[in-house]
């Protein structure tokens, strides 16, 4: 399929750029490209509970990356670029838009250096169309955001893919400003 | 009949502390009616019993049932010029010039502790001829559902297809937010009445399916980080998990002798349909495809089966034999065409229409290839048919809430059903 196929190269792309150059993403900062899609406004915190849990413990991570992920869990430290763990989608479309790439590469880096460490990708959809195609089309989402990470040298085991199709809304206006919250990859890390 | 003896009197009053009324889930409206429907009166029923009034006004059961399908205009009681209870007092002239072609009187006795008798007679009232008189016993807990079947021998006296008022309907409702949000799985009567939840989770819930012998509902449960298909036996409310694959388990669908059950499952890397027997557990896989393959329905011949797939690059129906074979599209109009259920006679199929954006219910006609489209809502889903294939029910959104709505096979009858609370979806309309 030739929306598999673009994935496929996408992270290939990327995981050709990350091994050039692990720190390629060190540009971005709590604002990066997870706020500049259609959904800026706070979406991306959706069940995730920010700060309370902030040890101050210094993390090494392989490749000395031991300043840009601090405390233990900094997947909830809103300066980490880790915060960002939303990916959009167009709709009835699960191909990963290249504004995501940096999104995608700094979790897979993370991960990668952490193999203990599992993460749940939770796929969904907009309520438009029908429930179980939308179960359907929220899997292909989620999976072709693992399956990019997992070329970037994320273990097998450690993502799950769960699609919720349009079960769990994060928005719930009936028109594109509501949809283009709910058509999302949700990385969930352990809380 | 009735006890005269006081003591034995007293001693029985405790069971006449009759449960309160049940409190309805929802009331239905018809939104928009069908010329032509058949003028009928139904008269207050008699009584005769220890309390003053009947427990169930048998008369507004049957009268909103007959109303409800579209096919009947009942006289409002205060039209009536008289309320005869037995044939012998009935005028038949008195509602000629009200212009009622049909009559039905009836009364109802209690003949002991929690026993009753309810009889019925349907008249055509320019013969001034019985066409149907029934008398049913009943325990209190059954008054509402003899009703229901006095609808529904009216309806099939005078329309010539069977009624489906005795039926169920079971659906999912959506309470809460966040952290208190519930998931419902619930059944109740066809007229809302007697609201039951078979299973409540904080997990989504999906896909509810009737298994033909009416006893038993398949669903889709998150509850365990991740969908699972179970089967739950309703009167005992014990449960099987009979899928429980990495990925999706989801879109079960009984076959007609309910001895197989088609799933989707993504364990062997994308959405597929496979087939389940439901006594060896042995699964088949039946698509194979790169694309969505998803939402079977079985044709009521159990020869074929119907299921959505994107392979041609937008959701589309197809039909595959039921054993294997090469998958031939169907739906050609339209950008989106999904989620098929089989009309009871096997002719059509009821689905999800998506044209510009816009989702509504449509019927196809499985030989002509034509799409007629029946409802007006723009994000209508999850069609389900009355057993008597007269109406649909589907889940709709008003822009503020979703709920649910019937509309006729003809597209001519429109009805609300309004429920307490939460948002309700996935309607499924019970077997016989």
Redesign the interface.
Known sequence: ?KR?NRVVVLAFIISTLGACSLFKTNGQDGAGDGTSGPDADGVTTQGIEAGGEFMGIETKGPGGSRDRYQGEKPWNDPQSPLYNTVVYFEF?SSTVELAYENLIATHAEYLAAHPDLNV?MEGHAD???????N???G??RA?GVAKMMKLQGVGDVQI??????E??QVAFD?NETGWSQNRRVEIKYPQ | MLIKNPILLMLLIPVFLLPPVLHAGLTIEITEGMEGALPIAVVPFGWQGMEKTSPVDFAAIVAADLGRSGRFKTLPQKDMLSMPNNAARVQFRNWRVLGQDNLVIGHARETGSDRYVVSFQLFDAFRGEQLAGFSFPATGRELRGVSHRISDIIYETLIGEPGAFTTRIAYVTGEGAGDNKRYKLQIADADGYNPQSVITSRE?L??PAWSPDGLRLAYVS?EH???AIYVQTLRTGKREKLAAFP??N??PAWSPDGSQLAL?L?KDG??DVYVMNLISRSLRRLTKS???D??PAWARDSKSIVF?S?RGG??QLYRIPANGGKPKRLTMEGD?N??AVFSPNGKTVAM?H?NK?V?RIALLDLSSGAIRILTKGS?D??PSFAPNGSMILYAT?D?RQALLSAVSADGKVHQRLVFDSGEV??PVWSPY
């Not at chain 1, 309520?127 to 195609?133: S, V």
């Not at chain 1, 799950?160 to 199709?165: A, N, Q």
Request: proline content about 6%; hydrophobic content about 25%; overall charge negative.
């Open positions: 399929m598999l009835d749940i309520e438009r169309g029908t429930r179980e195609y179960i359907a089309l899997e292909q999976n799950k893919v769960i699609s919720y199709g079960e769990k009936h | 989504p999906m896909s998150f980080h991740g969908p990925g999706i989801g879109a989707t993504s994308n959405p790169y694309a969505i998803t939402e959505t994107d937008k959701p989106y999904a989620r999800v998506g954006g989702y994000l889903e999850s959104n822009g979806r996935e």
